[in-house]
């Protein structure tokens, strides 16, 4: 019942700045914690960032002072904002969002995922 629209991907030189985009729709109980994931090609995917439904956030080591991950419950929406950017950032980028059906079931939804390329 609930569906992920992520936007904001492209090319981007390194040591610049891209900003992701992650909205949320459909019915649900309630949307918990959100996260984003990245997968290179030929690697698995890892998890990048994440946030609870109270703001407070984690990030991977690879990215910590350079990415900020933000939330606006109102809106139903995440964003990412990724600065000084190494072409070691380049991959498909993915929003994940868990929480609870009406009847209190947990879910997990995946977006669809948006490309990052970052040169050298």
């Known amino acids: 019942q609930v569906q992920l629209v992520e936007s904001g991907g492209g090319l981007v030189q390194a040591g610049g700045s891209l900003r992701l985009s992650c909205k949320a729709s459909?019915?649900?109980?309630?949307?918990?914690?959100m996260d984003w994931y990245r997968q290179a090609p030929g690697k698995q995917r890892e998890l990048v960032a994440t946030?609870?439904?109270?703001?407070?956030?984690n990030y991977a080591d690879s990215v910590k002072g350079r990415f900020t991950m933000s939330r606006d419950n109102a809106k139903n929406a995440v964003w990412l904002q990724m600065n000084s950017l190494k072409p070691e950032d380049t991959a498909v980028y993915y929003c994940?969002?868990?929480?609870?059906?009406?009847?209190?079931?947990?879910?997990?939804?995946w977006g669809q995922g948006t490309l990052v390329t970052v040169s050298s």
């Open positions: 994940k969002a868990a929480g609870r059906t009406l009847s209190y079931s947990r879910f997990e939804v």
């Open positions: 459909g019915i649900a109980k309630s949307i918990d914690d």
């Open positions: 946030i609870t439904s109270g703001g407070s956030a």
